[in-house]
């Protein structure tokens, strides 16, 4: 019912965004028919606006009821912790999102952050599952796995 909306909630600033247009649209609702076009129309992404407007003007919509299942279908969104080394481009975001979504779930919520230390890869937040797939934690290991051999070939020198 919602997936039309949530389309646009990939990351926890799209999700930030579409709250607060919630709430504006939602305080427009108690006021003059026009108040709440002028929300959907200087407040709302337009792509936004365009799906609310389609949806709140159906014949004996109950808008609080509306509202209140829209609002229990974004609680129900997992908040997956990204770390990457760079920052990603809409394009990367699309395609990390739906990757992660075909594995996880589709209702998902990608909160990135960016640390250059990891060099490349990602570390993924699950549920308070910590996912290291950074080319440090490769390195790392691979060092300390062939510490000796390459302490002994070093010394040779």
Do not use: H
């Not at 952050?113 to 490349?120: A, L, P, T, V, W």
């Amino acid at each position: 019912m919602f997936s039309d909306i949530l389309a646009f909630v990939k990351t926890k600033d799209d999700l930030e965004t579409l709250e607060t247009e919630i709430g504006e649209i939602r305080n427009a609702l108690y006021k003059k028919e026009a108040e709440l076009e002028l929300v959907l129309a200087k407040r709302v992404r337009k792509e936004v606006a365009d799906i609310f407007r389609k949806n709140l003007y159906q014949e004996n919509l109950d808008k609080e009821d509306y509202f209140a299942k829209l609002e229990k279908e974004i609680s129900r969104l997992k908040i997956i912790g990204l770390v990457v080394a760079f920052e990603p481009t809409e394009e990367n975001i699309a395609r990390i999102f739906d990757w992660i979504s075909q594995k996880i779930s589709r209702y998902i919520v990608l909160d990135i952050n960016i640390d250059k230390n990891i060099i490349g890869g990602a570390v993924l937040v699950i549920g308070g599952k910590y996912k290291d797939y950074s080319v440090r934690r490769r390195l790392r290991d691979y060092f300390q796995e062939n510490k000796a051999k390459l302490i002994e070939k070093y010394e040779r020198f």
